[in-house]
């Protein structure tokens, strides 16, 4: 089936249930970012594979709304399929809601799938719905529409030991229920997967390039309750929640469990599914709040920083070998973009305890660099040869942690143009990472930092500067970010976070540069605590594409510094021509 036929048929199955309009969102019971391959509704209705973003469909009308790292993308994947793009966040882009509004009759009915819609969703629906008179239910109307969507995994559920997690089960479930009677709750939900995995540390592999497992915990203040496939978990793993005193259920039991509580003050996210919140919301209380493990889950122990410093030296080697591969290679052997993630896949398997990517390689050659989550296929992707820019962004799942970077270079030549935009992305990306802040600082504060050499010349990037990673799980993790958008959640020591900012030019080029960095103390002054970013990733700039008047000399020092720093780390790892070409590459500017 064409998108044009599945949507079609959506449009019959609305007929029969008497509905004006149907909201796919990007979501699964857990409200995932990334999906299990039997979740990804929205990809598989629509065509469209970046990894935000919902579709509308009403009996005349469909439209998808996502953000500005997908708009070309989006656009490319949904030719043919009849439904519009919506660019959310551009000027003249109505809500979705409101679009609904003005496209069904008065009294009408709008439906969703309430296990892969979050409460917080479902509220926002609901109130601005009911103000029209239309109605909202839940109706999982693409049951009957995608019946080959494919069964949960089988693979195993194994334990992050205590040596690389740094603190146990039972520590983080104490700590967990002192916040539950500081906020006087007596039942605790965990839905999202990555919340699971850290609190019980435990990981698994339901979920592509994320180490995370299908589960939900419900806590009280004596029991705590896993409820999974129970056939998945390794008996080490049956052993570690023993010892921890967390009984397992099937998965399937969640729900037939949620209706035996009753009369208590439930401490769920917003951002669990409306399912959970329909299930207990007649006979119990909700403290609708963050869990209180994603932050805790977010500030690394010093044993989990340990882990990444490790492991991005070994991602540091294996860039560095793909460097010397690619720059020495294209033009002179047959390459795609395709066969390059292939190949810088290779580089990182061969170092100590690689699990798998971190997410699918973003490789974009020439004007494909400034598609910014862009995938290449199998199939059909760009030849490489030796006469424009490469992005090359990718990261390496290992057991002590998680990886991303990105890095745009020439391979061979570029416009004066690139240089100069490619300086302002890496002093942009410089000035981040020198900063020093005071404590109560969010990333929305720093955000301007890095687009500042860009907006001096009238020039921005549609996409956020940075986000959480993971220690051995996703590599975008919350609560806090450096972006845009007003976030809350203050930067706290601990915090991992992206360093990216970019400048992408369509039709002709993109430029990423990206480290990872993470939250320090740097001192107590009489204006109190200040922080400052520890730089976490270890791999060369390449100086053919630097415009070096463009740099301070404070950027100029700390750039050089750095690549210092690289050179200790990686250099006793590598030989031979790739040696050589790589202290070149590290040498002063």
């Not at 209705?45 to 790292?69: N, Q």
Request: charged content about 25%; glycine content about 8%; some cysteine.
């Amino acid at each position: 089936m064409t998108s044009k036929e599945k949507v079609a048929a959506l449009r019959e199955e609305m007929q029969k249930n008497n509905v004006d309009a149907f909201i796919v969102y990007s979501a699964d019971p857990h409200m995932s970012e990334y999906l299990p391959k039997e979740w990804q509704e929205r990809a598989w209705l629509s065509g469209f594979l970046g990894s935000a973003g919902f579709v509308v469909v009403t009996k005349d009308k469909a439209g998808l709304w996502t953000d500005g790292r997908y708009f070309t993308q989006a656009a490319i994947e949904l030719e043919g399929s009849g439904i519009d793009l919506f660019k959310d966040g551009v000027e003249g882009t109505p809500n979705y809601i409101d679009w609904i509004i003005s496209e069904i009759p008065a009294s009408g009915k709008v439906a969703v799938n309430a296990v892969a819609t979050s409460n917080a969703n479902w509220e926002l629906l609901s109130q601005k719905l009911s103000n029209k008179n239309i109605s909202l239910v839940d109706a999982p109307l693409l049951k009957e529409v995608w019946k080959e969507r494919g069964t949960p995994s089988k693979n195993p559920i194994y334990i992050q030991p205590v040596e690389r997690a740094g603190k146990s089960v039972t520590d983080k479930l104490s700590a967990i229920r002192q916040k539950m009677e500081e906020q006087e709750v007596t039942v605790h939900i965990i839905s999202s997967l990555d919340d699971v995995a850290w609190t019980l540390n435990l990981r698994g592999s339901d979920v592509e390039s994320n180490p995370v497992f299908l589960g939900y915990i419900i806590i009280t203040k004596n029991d705590a309750i896993l409820f999974t496939d129970l056939e998945k978990l390794e008996v080490v793993s049956r052993r570690q929640l023993d010892d921890s005193f967390v009984k397992m259920m099937p998965y399937e039991e969640f729900y037939n469990h949620l209706k035996m509580v009753k009369n208590e003050k439930v401490l769920v996210s917003p951002n669990s599914n409306q399912s959970i919140f329909e299930t207990l919301k007649a006979d119990n209380q909700f403290l609708k709040a963050p869990v209180p493990g994603n932050l805790m889950k977010a500030q690394k122990n010093e044993t989990e920083l340990e882990g990444f410093r490790k492991v991005m030296v070994r991602d540091g080697v294996a860039m560095v070998k793909f460097l010397y591969w690619l720059t020495h290679n294209a033009g002179k052997e047959a390459m795609t973009e395709y066969s390059i993630g292939e190949k810088l896949l290779g580089f990182r398997a061969a170092g100590e305890n690689f699990v798998g990517e971190s997410f699918g390689s973003i490789v974009g050659y020439k004007d494909n660099g400034a598609i910014m989550h862009y995938s290449a296929k199998s199939e059909g992707s760009k030849e490489v040869t030796n006469d424009a820019s490469i992005l090359v962004d990718s990261g390496g799942q290992y057991l002590e942690g998680t990886t991303d970077i990105t890095r745009t270079f020439a391979l061979g030549t570029v416009s004066e143009d690139f240089k100069r935009n490619s300086t302002l992305v890496l002093q942009g990306m410089i000035r981040l990472s020198m900063v020093k802040f005071p404590k109560g600082t969010k990333g929305v504060h720093l955000d301007a930092i890095a687009r500042l050499p860009l907006w001096m010349e009238g020039k921005d990037f549609n996409h956020g500067t940075g986000h959480g990673v993971g220690s051995f799980m996703n590599v975008h993790e919350g609560p806090h970010s450096i972006r845009k958008d007003l976030n809350p959640q203050d930067l706290l020591p601990g915090m991992v976070c992206s360093n990216e900012p970019g400048y992408y030019l369509e039709g002709d080029y993109g430029i990423r540069h990206e480290n990872l960095i993470a939250v320090k103390e740097s001192e107590k002054t009489g204006s109190g605590t200040f922080y400052e970013f520890e730089t976490l990733t270890f791999c060369p700039f390449f100086k053919d594409t630097i415009v070096k008047e463009i740099l301070s000399d404070k950027e100029i020092t700390w750039l050089n510094q750095y690549h210092q720093t690289c050179q200790q780390k990686l250099s006793p790892y590598l030989e031979g021509d790739v040696k050589e070409w790589f202290l070149q590459l590290v040498s002063p500017l």
